[in-house]
């Protein structure tokens, strides 16, 4: 099974700075089926990025995902007050379809 | 607009077996691959099952293999999930998600949840 990990675990930002997110899988993830989630507290998550770099419908440009093989990277350009959530990667292309265990990005 | 409403959770005990539904609307449910992914109380995501459009290819995640068993009726826009020899560590929320391929190719990333239904298993 390809094992996801997320650093940092924590990240603490003002509202308007960047973000970066990272994951790292322990082999190689097939055709970049690397997807980025957002989970907010009482909320199912949101698909964010798929194919490590492609915006899903109705996500706001300051979301872009980069990477390949073993090293993505999830990016917000300028965290808005909504952005403060907890972000999940998932790899999609080698079963079982594991996810990362999760980044949270809090109010500094 | 896509809707997932699982059923079938509750409490259960250890060693018990409980089924799970989902039933999609506002898609062509055919076109699709669905998946079980799982959250127990404050913990992480972790993908449980998948299956094709084609009920073809199906998968497990390895703590699940061979006690769970997914499903799909194309006919009834429903998923399910049978849950047999429940552990404690299978507390947790069940979400009913759909795959994000419309080709019905099984790996998909994850564009529908539903809001989960979820299942205590306990003494």
């Known amino acids: 099974e390809i094992v996801l990990t997320q650093s940092p675990g924590t990240l603490s930002l003002s509202p308007g700075e960047r973000a970066t997110l990272s994951c790292r899988a322990s082999?190689?993830?097939?055709?970049?089926?690397l997807a980025w989630y957002q989970q907010k507290p009482g909320q199912a998550p949101r698909l964010l990025i798929y194919?490590?770099?492609n915006r899903a419908t109705g996500i706001p440009d300051r979301f872009s995902g980069s990477g390949s093989g073993t090293d993505f990277t999830l990016t917000i350009s300028r965290l808005e007050p909504e952005d403060f959530a907890l972000y999940y990667c998932?790899?999609?292309?080698?079963?079982?379809?594991?996810f990362g265990p999760g980044t949270k990005v809090d109010i500094k | 607009e896509v809707q997932l409403v699982e059923s079938g959770g509750g409490l259960v005990q250890p060693g018990r077996s409980l089924r799970l539904s989902c039933t999609a609307s506002?898609?062509?449910?055919?076109?699709?691959?669905m998946h079980w992914v799982r959250q127990a109380p404050g913990k992480g995501l972790e993908w449980v099952s998948g299956?094709?459009?084609?009920?073809?290819?199906?998968g497990y995640a390895d703590s699940v293999k061979g006690r769970f068993t997914i499903s799909r009726d194309n006919a009834k826009n429903s998923l399910y999930l049978q849950m047999n020899s429940l552990r404690a560590e299978d507390t947790a929320l069940y979400y009913c998600?759909?795959?994000?391929?419309?080709?019905?190719?099984?790996?998909?990333?994850?564009?529908?949840w539903g809001q989960g239904t979820l299942v205590t298993v306990s003494s």
């Open positions: 998600v759909k795959g994000g391929d419309p080709t019905g190719n099984y790996k998909a990333p994850c564009d529908y």
């Open positions: 506002g898609v062509t449910f055919d076109d699709y691959a």
């Open positions: 299956i094709s459009w084609n009920s073809g290819t199906i």
């Open positions: 082999q190689s993830v097939n055709s970049n089926y």
């Open positions: 194919g490590a770099s």
């Open positions: 998932q790899q999609y292309g080698r079963s079982p379809f594991t």
